[in-house]
């Protein structure tokens, strides 16, 4: 049959993909709006199945907050060109405010949510843009912070347009000290701190006890090589693992801003400023396109 140019428009605008697609979506539907645009849909997984082997590294992390939790999300694309386009962007910014709304528990319950202004699943959606665009997306990861409001406070941070995202959770004794501008500036040279120098825990008690051993089974090693006699290993292993908390511990850092304190010099400084007790609980690193 005749499709006309305002039907292809029409699908088009509905659609923002290409007129000549369009049309032969139309020409296929008998002219049925809805039936084209399921057709472009299914269209959408073949390209989405194409582009599934192509390695989605660029994109953005994100974060969303409310008064009672954190959320960072990464959503990744394969080229830093597609992650800069408006629909990307757009989708990235719409599945902010819904896992805020909705605040699933894990990626899993995250993707099947129904995003409202398509009024299909967070999936479906990406289904549809990797059909769109032509470029093959993920959403990759999902770190939901819970916050209790009356005793903590989460601050975030952004470096890099969405290259690294941080969120860091402080526990404040007492809690009238929670909204002090000095405990709001300590929070975002932490999460300045964990960005830039990577801890793997905030206190050494976090540390998987795992990991703690194979760090010494390392350091074993490398000194019955060494040619040192044997009664001073232990203390050698002692020294590197040592040097290994200074590296691996948040507040045991040397503090970004001033090599010469510590990051536990730094919270000691912003208690005795508010008089009050300040714990890291807990911190989130999410880098784009990296490995966990």
């Avoid at 129904?114 to 009024?119: L, Q, T, Y």
């Avoid at 045991?252 to 000691?268: A, H, L």
């Amino acid at each position: 049959m005749e499709i006309s140019a305002a039907q292809v428009k029409e699908l088009r605008e509905k659609t923002g993909i290409g007129m000549m697609i369009c049309k032969q979506a139309l020409q296929e539907s008998k002219g049925d709006m809805k039936l084209a645009i399921e057709t472009l849909r299914k269209q959408g997984q073949l390209t989405a199945a194409r582009r599934a082997g192509k390695a989605a590294k660029e994109g953005t992390v994100s974060i969303v907050a409310d008064a009672s939790a954190t959320i960072l999300y990464e959503v990744n694309s394969e080229t830093d060109f597609v992650a800069r386009n408006d629909d990307f962007i757009s989708f990235v910014d719409n599945l902010g405010k819904l896992l805020l709304a909705k605040k699933p528990a894990t990626i899993e319950e995250a993707r099947g949510c129904v995003m409202p202004e398509s009024g299909v699943t967070v999936e479906a959606r990406m289904t549809e843009l990797i059909g769109k665009i032509g470029e093959n997306m993920s959403f990759r990861r999902y770190r939901l912070i819970a916050m209790n409001p009356a005793s903590e406070r989460i601050a975030t941070y952004v470096h890099g347009k969405g290259k690294i995202g941080v969120a860091v959770k402080l526990s404040i004794d007492p809690p009238s000290a929670l909204a002090h501008e000095a405990i709001g500036l300590l929070g975002k040279d932490l999460a300045m701190q964990v960005a830039a120098a990577n801890p793997i825990a905030p206190d050494r008690q976090s540390i998987p006890a795992d990991v703690i051993a194979k760090e010494k089974e390392i350091y074993f090693t490398q000194v019955q090589s060494s040619g040192k006699p044997e009664k001073i290993w232990e203390k050698i292993v002692d020294g590197k693992l040592v040097k290994f908390y200074q590296e691996a511990v948040l507040i045991e850092q040397p503090f970004i801003r001033d090599q010469n304190t510590s990051v536990t010099d730094r919270i000691k400084c912003a208690e005795k400023e508010v008089n009050a007790k300040v714990k890291v609980v807990s911190f989130v690193r999410l880098e784009l396109g990296t490995e966990e």
